[in-house]
């Protein structure tokens, strides 16, 4: 490709602030640098607003539009999906078939783990039908990790087609320590220790557990605070629901906020006693390395893809979650100590790169962030 090239990105965009979105808005603006032309359609919460920014899309029919605009328009489509959304499934065949029909295969970037809703699932032939048929119509595919590589491949697809890159990224780490609001700036001040809970209204986030090991962590230290943050806004009414019969004393050891500004989301972050994480599909979270990268220590549902130093529970077990706090609690001096994270690379450059066929080199530091 030359300096002329373009590029429409179809994923998340700020705002809402997500890892999807963060990704893309930081690889747009790195293709950008280069000299090339990217756009956004935006696909997630917002994306009915007109925004000069990003593209809107009002509904089905103006999203099928615009893909096949762009396409035809001579944009190479990189479109942004996992194994946890029927709906997603269907926007990335949409574009993946559009990429065919003007003979310039469509580039997809998968996200996630390997405890997918949708993927992989060998016990499915008709969702491992769905899923082959979208790495066969993509021209090539970039994924999180060598293991999600090798995955993907076991459908039968050719294994120098797929990228491992990581998601996480120095850049994510660039930010402004900022003023935080005074709510949380009074939770701050009356709750010791304060976890850090990046969460949605979503299964897979297992709030139910994650209440029960809070109420019996509280019982040993009734002073501790839990700040569940990262909500869309199409999911507080939910999640405001879910707690607004709770026991006063209970109730007064949430903080429940939506989603943060980059840097408001990691000045509190960088202020918090530690990070849990409770969802096990994600394979890594970008929450889960920014917190170790700025020394703050993370307790995290076991799945196998846990970095170096994160204290891991069984996912469904409030009570080896608490086991899990207490030690924390109990060590912090030795375990903040030994919070860190190494060999972080520049993978938005690398995945800039592999927008535009400059290279296919991987990433070294195979990581993910999801939600």
Not at 120 to 129: A, C, E, K, M, Q
Not at 189 to 203: E, G, I, L, W
Not at 310 to 324: L, Q, S
Not at 345 to 366: C, F, I
């Amino acid at each position: 490709m030359n300096g002329k090239a373009k590029i429409l990105q179809i994923g998340n965009y700020p705002p809402p602030m997500c890892g999807w979105a963060i990704q893309t808005k930081l690889v747009t603006d790195e293709l950008r640098r280069r000299g090339y032309v990217c756009d956004i359609l935006k696909i997630n919460e917002g994306r009915q607003i007109k925004d000069p920014t990003y593209i809107d899309v009002q509904n089905g029919r103006d999203y099928l539009f615009k893909v096949l605009r762009f396409a035809f328009r001579g944009y190479r489509l990189n479109v942004h999906v996992n194994g946890m959304s029927k709906k997603g499934y269907v926007l990335a065949l949409i574009a993946v078939l559009a990429g065919r029909l003007v003979f310039h295969p469509a580039l997809v970037t998968f996200h996630g783990g390997l405890s997918q809703d949708f993927f992989p699932r060998t016990d499915s032939p008709r969702l491992r039908f769905a899923f082959r048929l979208l790495f066969m119509l993509a021209g090539a595919i970039a994924c999180d990790s060598n293991e999600i590589k090798q995955a993907i491949v076991n459908y039968g697809i050719r294994p120098e087609k797929v990228s491992s890159i990581a998601t996480f990224s120095t850049q994510y780490l660039h930010f402004t320590p900022v003023k935080l609001s005074a709510e949380i700036e009074t939770f701050l001040a009356q709750r010791d220790p304060v976890f850090f809970c990046y969460v949605s209204f979503r299964p897979e986030y297992r709030l139910e557990v994650l209440r029960e090991g809070m109420a019996k962590f509280r019982k040993v230290y009734p002073r501790a605070g839990f700040v569940w943050l990262g909500f869309p806004e199409k999911e507080m009414p939910a999640a405001r629901k879910f707690v607004e019969d709770w026991p006063a004393d209970e109730r007064g050891s949430l903080l429940l906020i939506g989603n943060l500004a980059h840097d408001e989301f990691l000045t509190l972050m960088s202020r918090s006693f530690a990070c849990l994480r409770t969802p096990a599909c994600d394979g890594v979270a970008a929450s889960v390395l920014e917190s170790l990268t700025l020394g703050i220590p993370v307790v995290a549902s076991e799945n196998g893809r846990r970095p170096a130093g994160v204290i891991t529970y069984e996912e469904m077990n409030a009570d080896d979650m608490v086991a899990k706090l207490r030690f924390l609690a109990e060590n912090y001096p030795q375990v903040k100590a030994k919070t860190c994270l190494s060999n972080a690379e520049d993978n938005v450059g690398l995945m800039a790169s592999w927008l535009t066929g400059e290279s296919t080199a991987p990433a070294r530091q195979e990581v993910v962030r999801v939600g």
